[in-house]
């Protein structure tokens, strides 16, 4: 690591509020119908968060539908009380999977390399499909925002090996002035 990025590192926030925004229409289902959800991607978000001393501010399923995920995410992103948003779900290629389309004009800016680390990753993990992901992330409104795949080993991988070792560099680097 260089040093400018261990001194970023060293400056950026150590305790910081994450949104977790599950991207699914059958969970969203469920939930409607007053049952418990069965959330093992959303459970295990949850537990690396807080395992590493973060706040889980907001945990809410929305269907695949791009108006109430675009409409939850900017309800995060305007709140004090969150620094992170992560999305759960929608990532892939079927015609229901619209996570990507609704976020990416959220983005003032892009970081491209988190896709394509993520995308590289996965391939060592699961082989040539990994090109079925479209996973993002960027920035808005001093924030940044994570759009992962809904499987386990998924967030498993994107949160160990890219969001948890970079995620308060990301947040000092958004609210540089």
Do not use: W
């Not at 950026?12 to 959800?37: D, E, M, N, W």
């Not at 960027?138 to 940044?144: D, H, I, L």
């Not at 925002?145 to 991988?157: E, M, T």
């Amino acid at each position: 690591m260089s040093e400018t990025a261990s001194e970023h590192k060293e400056k950026a926030p150590k305790h910081l509020a994450f949104a977790l925004i599950i991207c699914s229409t059958s969970r969203y289902q469920v939930s409607k119908a007053g049952k418990q959800v069965a959330d093992e991607s959303g459970d295990l978000m949850a537990k690396m968060l807080q395992d590493k001393g973060y706040t889980i501010t907001l945990r809410r399923v929305v269907p695949d539908d791009k108006l109430m995920i675009e409409e939850t995410v900017r309800e995060m992103l305007q709140s004090p009380n969150v620094d992170v948003v992560i999305t759960c779900g929608g990532t892939g290629i079927t015609p229901s999977d619209v996570t990507i389309e609704t976020i990416e004009p959220i983005f003032e800016k892009l970081l491209p390399g988190f896709g394509e680390i993520f995308r590289s990753l996965s391939y060592e993990e699961i082989g040539s499909a990994a090109v079925m992901t479209r996973a993002i992330a960027g920035a808005t409104n001093n924030k940044a925002i994570f759009c992962l795949p809904g499987s386990p080993q998924a967030v498993k991988l994107c949160l160990e090996r890219l969001i948890l070792p970079e995620v308060g560099h990301i947040i000092f680097h958004v609210r540089e002035r």
